[in-house]
């Protein structure tokens, strides 16, 4: 059974003329562990449908499935990496971590000792290689490390499914093939369900499993779904 089910998914959007049909009719299944990349071109409707998997909105038509439940909100089995960190500023590295797993601890009905808190923060602090700048502020560190930071909240949420919308796209290109090499060396410890929205298309054949592309269809509309899978 696959651990993600767009289907017959739609998302018509209310303007002055009427509707806006951003989404019509995507259907796409996800397996657990796969590493899929979004793309298409800027419109075509690729952060309407991680917006719709997180549960920020909700959807016209279709529905989201996500470990056999109905997307109905957003919730802390899918976590969401954004272009621009959303690093809380007046919290450390380190705090800004261990907040995340203290809403997963709470979310879960679990109390967990300080001492587990901190190695768990620790621990994902050194998957993405921050442990070095645990005290520092978000405005202290490079927009690189800020990305590294939210990827490690991300994943201390332990989510089903880790969503990212252009998560290296703000980066200058060595701080990306950095950071791309620090999501691949993630991946093969964690083996993550990611899904992946991208301009790059060297990116997504680098990091990626099945690369989908979302065309405009006629009229505007949009919603094909055309799936390349890539050899490993
Ligand atoms: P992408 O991420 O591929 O660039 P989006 O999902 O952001 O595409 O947007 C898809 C289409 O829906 C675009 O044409 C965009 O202008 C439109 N759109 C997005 N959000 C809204 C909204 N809240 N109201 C009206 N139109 C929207
Ligand atoms: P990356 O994020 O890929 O490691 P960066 O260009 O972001 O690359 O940073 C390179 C290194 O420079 C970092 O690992 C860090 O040790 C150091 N560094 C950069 N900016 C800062 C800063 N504002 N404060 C402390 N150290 C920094």
Same mark, same amino acid.
């Given at each position: *059974?696959? !651990? !993600?089910?767009?289907?017959q998914?739609?998302?018509r959007?209310?303007?002055?003329?009427?509707?806006?049909?951003?989404?019509?009719?995507?259907?796409?299944?996800?397996?657990?562990?796969?590493f899929?990349? /979004?793309?298409?071109?800027?419109?075509?409707? *690729?952060?309407?449908?991680?917006?719709?998997?997180?549960? /920020? #909105?909700m959807?016209?038509?279709?529905?989201?499935?996500?470990?056999?439940?109905?997307?109905?909100?957003?919730?802390p089995? &899918?976590?969401?990496?954004?272009?621009?960190?959303? !690093?809380?500023?007046?919290?450390?590295?380190?705090?800004?971590v261990?907040?995340?797993l203290?809403?997963?601890?709470?979310? #879960?009905?679990?109390?967990?000792? *300080?001492?587990?808190?901190?190695?768990?923060?620790?621990?994902?602090?050194?998957?993405? #290689?921050?442990?070095? =700048?645990?005290?520092k *502020?978000?405005?202290? %560190?490079?927009?690189?490390?800020?990305?590294?930071?939210?990827?490690? &909240?991300?994943? =201390?949420?332990q989510?089903n499914?880790?969503?990212? +919308?252009?998560?290296?796209?703000? !980066?200058d290109?060595l701080?990306?093939?950095?950071?791309?090499?620090?999501?691949m060396? %993630?991946q093969?410890?964690? @083996? @993550?369900?990611?899904?992946?929205?991208?301009?790059d298309? +060297?990116? =997504?054949?680098?990091?990626s499993d099945? %690369?989908?592309?979302?065309s405009?269809g006629p009229?505007?509309? %949009?919603?094909?779904?055309?799936?390349?899978?890539?050899? &490993?």
């Open positions: *059974k696959p !651990l !993600l089910e767009l289907t998914l739609g998302m959007y209310p303007v002055a003329t009427g509707e806006f049909v951003a989404l019509k009719d995507v259907n796409l299944t996800v397996n657990k562990g796969e899929i990349s /979004l793309i298409g071109h800027s419109g075509c409707g *690729k952060s309407t449908v991680l917006d719709l998997i997180a549960g /920020l #909105q959807p016209t038509d279709g529905g989201v499935i996500v470990s056999n439940k109905e997307v109905a909100g957003p919730g089995d &899918r976590a969401v990496v954004f272009q621009h960190h959303a !690093l809380l500023p007046w919290l450390t590295v380190y705090q800004n261990e907040l995340a203290k809403q997963v601890a709470i979310h #879960q009905k679990q109390k967990v000792s *300080k001492t587990l808190l901190n190695q768990q923060v620790m621990h994902y602090l050194e998957l993405v #290689q921050m442990t070095h =700048a645990s005290d *502020k978000p405005d202290e %560190i490079s927009g690189g490390m800020k990305q590294r930071v939210g990827i490690a &909240r991300a994943l =201390a949420m989510p499914v880790l969503l990212m +919308d252009e998560p290296f796209g703000a !980066l290109a701080t990306r093939a950095h950071l791309q090499d620090a999501l060396a %993630i093969t410890e964690l @083996n @993550n369900t990611i899904i992946m929205i991208t301009h298309v +060297d990116e =997504a054949v680098l990091l099945r %690369i989908v592309m979302m405009n009229a505007a509309t %949009i919603g094909q779904v055309l799936a390349v899978d890539l050899p &490993r």
